[in-house]
């Protein structure tokens, strides 16, 4: 039961992680959603890659038997609670960057199959990938 308990406090330390994260862009405090076709996980997705991020690490790292001959607890420190946190915060940030790069291919798909607009295309370059899909999805065709 106390390996369970640890396990939960690692989770939790990674799903805060990674949910600090999600106030890092402009994604925002929002519910998963479909946007034109691309999928945003919202802070939710954040919050769960955080913690299996965080318990993936920390069961890397603290790689004992748990079961059968030998098997002992793990040992537990502040360390692993900073770690939880950092990796937690990390794996969303990566979460967030393949959401993000999904959102710009198909800003560029868009904007593709329309007439050229320097003003557009101006913006998109210099916007957030939210504000340039929305920027390509007003273009004149």
């Given at each position: 039961?106390?390996?369970?308990?640890?396990?939960?406090?690692?989770?939790?330390?990674?799903?805060?992680?990674?949910?600090?994260?999600?106030?890092?862009?402009?994604?925002?405090?929002?519910?998963?959603?479909?946007?034109?076709?691309?999928?945003?996980?919202g802070f939710l997705?954040?919050?769960?890659?955080?913690?299996?991020?965080?318990?993936?690490?920390?069961?890397?790292?603290?790689?004992?038997?748990?079961?059968?001959?030998?098997?002992?607890?793990?040992?537990?420190?502040?360390?692993?609670?900073?770690?939880?946190?950092?990796?937690?915060?990390?794996?969303?940030?990566?979460?967030?960057?393949?959401?993000?790069?999904?959102?710009?291919?198909?800003?560029?798909?868009?904007?593709?199959?329309?007439?050229?607009?320097?003003?557009?295309?101006?913006?998109?370059?210099?916007?957030?990938?939210?504000?340039?899909?929305?920027?390509?999805?007003?273009?004149?065709?």
């Amino acid at each position: 039961m106390e390996l369970l308990y640890l396990a939960f406090v690692v989770g939790f330390c990674g799903a805060a992680g990674g949910f600090v994260n999600v106030f890092i862009g402009d994604n925002g405090l929002h519910l998963p959603k479909v946007n034109n076709g691309v999928f945003l996980p919202g802070f939710l997705g954040n919050v769960i890659i955080g913690a299996l991020a965080a318990l993936g690490s920390w069961g890397a790292a603290k790689a004992i038997v748990i079961y059968g001959a030998g098997s002992a607890m793990p040992t537990f420190s502040t360390g692993d609670i900073a770690n939880a946190l950092m990796i937690g915060f990390g794996g969303a940030k990566w979460f967030k960057t393949e959401t993000d790069k999904t959102v710009l291919q198909e800003t560029a798909a868009i904007a593709a199959r329309k007439a050229a607009d320097p003003d557009a295309a101006i913006t998109i370059a210099k916007a957030t990938p939210a504000k340039a899909l929305a920027a390509a999805l007003q273009m004149p065709r």
